[in-house]
């Protein structure tokens, strides 16, 4: 079995549509796929019926959390998307998507680029807006030559010249409202260095204390030292260790697939999970 457990479509800042994500990864041979788009399950009512026979989703979001002021993504998996306390959390941080990305904009137009929140929201379409929408206008503008390049503290990282907080979850709470509801959750990306500061082994093992599931380690931002530690790490602690693309079309270079998560710890998560079940596919549509 071939499962990848973190993509993303327009939903949120993928440039798949949920229909034609579910049909690629059919295509690319893999068995189960994980929707996880950033704090939204808009997509899965079409990801649902575009799904081709052989392949299995896994329906979840992408949490965006803080702590000690370190910003950080908690994968949610089948959870209960209705849910009222953790559905109000995740409008909460989304509502707060739009007022950031102007406060950007406005700074990026004092640093003498010339983004237009126009041209933003044009790249972002149904999607819930987010910072890879703006890298993307950078690109347009031709700033920096990848989205990627616009992922530093000269431009939008943590912390950079044209960085904007927003209201994001408290990583414990995250952790309490998922498993109220009937999910569970890894901690995406750990040590993608690269994005800005990593939150420390002492927190995460706080977090598995309270009931953390996994840490992702097979991730295109961990390279093969990392994730022997991060491996180790999990096993100290108890925690799952998956493995994932964090694919977002054309918007970054990985593929579908290029990084998967073992049958047996996917068996797992569906074992913990009591909120949604993973849906075979029947064909599409």
């Given amino acids: 079995m071939r499962i990848d457990l973190h993509t993303h479509s327009t939903a949120s800042d993928g440039t798949d ?4 994500l579910v049909r690629r990864a059919g295509a690319a041979g893999l068995d189960v796929i994980g929707l996880t788009d950033h704090d939204t399950t808009r997509g899965y009512a079409e990801a649902i ?9 896994v329906t979840g979001a992408e949490l965006s959390c803080r702590i000690d002021g370190v910003g950080m993504h908690m994968l949610a998996y089948l959870f209960d998307a209705e849910e009222p306390a953790l559905l109000a959390e995740r409008e909460l941080v989304r ?7 102007k406060g950007m904009i406005a700074k990026l137009n ?41 992922f530093t503290r000269q431009w939008l990282a943590d912390g950079g010249r044209a960085y904007v907080e927003k209201h994001e ?20 990306h750990p040590a993608a260095v690269k994005r800005g500061r990593t939150v420390p082994e002492s927190a ?13 380690v097979d991730h295109m931002d961990h390279d093969p030292e990392t994730r022997a530690r991060l491996r ?3 096993g100290d602690l108890g925690l799952l260790v998956t ?10 270079t990985v593929a579908l697939g290029e990084f998967t998560t073992d049958p047996e710890i996917y068996g797992e998560i569906t074992r913990r999970a009591a909120g949604a079940f993973p849906v075979p596919g029947a064909g599409g549509v």
């Avoid at 509502?95 to 990305?101: F, L, S, T, Y």
């Avoid at 408290?170 to 109220?180: C, G, Q, S, T, Y």
């Fill in 110 to 150: 004092e640093l003498g680029v010339p983004v237009t929140w126009e041209q933003v929201a044009r790249i972002a379409g149904d999607g819930s807006v987010g910072r890879p929408h703006i890298a993307t206008a950078l690109v347009e503008l031709g700033v920096v030559p990848t989205v990627s390049d616009a």
């Fill in 204 to 216: 995460i093992a706080a977090m598995a204390e309270a009931g953390l599931d996994g840490i992702e």
């Fill in 95 to 101: 509502d707060d998507r739009v007022p950031r990305a």
């Fill in 169 to 188: 979850s408290d990583p414990f709470e995250a952790i309490r409202l998922v498993k109220a509801a009937g999910g569970v959750t890894v901690f995406a």
């Fill in 49 to 57: 019926a575009a799904l081709p026979a052989g392949l299995t989703l």
């Fill in 17 to 20: 549509t949920p229909a034609e």
């Fill in 243 to 252: 493995g994932s693309s964090d694919y977002h079309g054309s918007r970054k």
């Fill in 232 to 234: 180790g790490l999990a």
